[in-house]
């Protein structure tokens, strides 16, 4: 199993732009989660999904953000229009029972100049 | 209340020393304790974890111990070696919600 993937690695984006993360899960995950990495705030929760449906949005942190799951393979968290101190590493994370641990992705770094 | 606080925020650790890092919370709800290792460039891994109903959970050289009256946790690692320089970081989770509250972070490293 290829793990959790994701893509870009990096991003590089001017304020403004629209910036769109995915994510793969393992086959067979049916929670999938997107958290954010900074130095100040730790890992923060955005959101998750259970069998492709969001179940808790609260962490997502204004509506510049949103978040899908289309199919069971594949999520998207789009930020639009960034902004700088949205630079951050974001992660995906997908479980098969979400209570007892995490598969991470590698991250996706995000840069916003 | 919702809080994991963690500690040390760094720490240096001789090959073959004992690391200790320590967690806290103050929601007796939360009933799974995981410890996650991340190494740079790369997403949080799952390495341990225990729940309340034992005091002591022994994986290898990692070692949890909890103290359920205390409200506390901690992750020693035996025989420190450098590839465990690493970020370490503790969770909690309440059973029939599924969102981890993290610690801050422990940044280890060990000298060789």
């Known amino acids: 199993d290829a793990g959790v993937i994701q893509s870009p690695r990096h991003e590089v984006t001017e304020m403004g732009q629209e910036v769109t993360l995915r994510c793969k899960p393992i086959?067979?995950?049916?929670?999938l989660f997107w958290y954010r990495q900074t130095m100040m705030r730790g890992l923060e929760l955005l959101i998750y999904?259970?069998?492709?449906?969001?179940?808790?949005d609260s962490g997502m942190p204004e509506d510049r953000f949103s978040a899908k799951m289309p199919n069971a393979s594949f999520s998207t968290l789009k930020i639009q229009p960034s902004e700088p101190r949205d630079s951050a590493v974001y992660f995906c994370?997908?479980?098969?029972?979400?209570?007892?641990?995490?598969?991470f992705g590698s991250g996706t770094r995000l840069t916003v100049v | 209340q919702q809080q994991v606080k963690q500690s040390p925020q760094s720490l240096i650790v001789q090959k073959g020393g004992i690391s200790i890092i320590n967690c806290a919370y103050e929601?007796?709800?939360?009933?799974?304790f995981p410890w996650y290792q991340q190494f740079p460039g790369k997403g949080p891994a799952l390495l341990i974890a225990?729940?309340?109903?034992?005091s002591e959970k022994k994986e290898g050289r990692f070692t949890i111990s909890f103290n359920k009256s205390a409200k506390q946790f901690s992750l020693h690692i035996m025989d420190s070696q450098p590839g465990d320089s690493a970020t370490y970081f503790c969770a909690a989770v309440r059973s029939g919600t599924y969102k981890y509250i993290f610690g801050t972070g422990t940044r280890l490293k060990v000298l060789a």
């Open positions: 999904f259970n069998n492709n449906v969001p179940i808790d």
């Open positions: 086959s067979g995950h049916d929670y």
């Open positions: 929601n007796t709800a939360f009933d799974y």
């Open positions: 994370a997908s479980s098969g029972d979400a209570q007892y641990g995490y598969t």
């Open positions: 225990i729940r309340p109903d034992v």
